[in-house]
Nanobody, 115 residues
């Protein structure tokens, strides 16, 4: 079992930056991949960024070059650094993890990009 808790969501102006964090507890060394999804009303949840147990990182085209995902060496916290934020980045951001058998989700944190 893995439990995920996000933090860091906030209101930020367009062009600004924000960092999200996800604290993982439980059997964290069973995690194959961990990352971030986001969702807006009426749309499906979409992948934002993900990092594997061997350190491979992947990003959605919409955030490439602007967002950076990182993971601490103890594998208990991941961060998402979001730069050059746009209004279309407004969403609830969810931390996600997969241990090869099932997916785990955090409760979500709201990011609003608006002037």
């Amino acid at each position: 079992q893995v439990h995920l808790v996000e933090s860091g969501g906030d209101l930020v102006q367009p062009g600004g930056s924000l960092s999200l964090s996800c604290a993982a507890c439980g059997n964290v060394f069973s995690i194959d991949a961990i990352g971030w999804y986001r969702q807006t009303p009426g749309k499906e949840r979409e992948l934002v960024a993900i990092i594997t147990s061997v350190g491979y990182g992947g990003y959605a085209d919409a955030v490439k070059g602007r967002f950076v995902i990182s993971r601490d060496s103890a594998k208990r916290t991941i961060s998402l650094r979001m730069n050059s934020l746009k209004s279309e980045d407004t969403a609830i951001y969810y931390c996600y993890a997969n241990d090869g058998m099932r997916a785990y989700w955090g409760q979500g944190t709201q990011v609003t990009v608006s002037s």
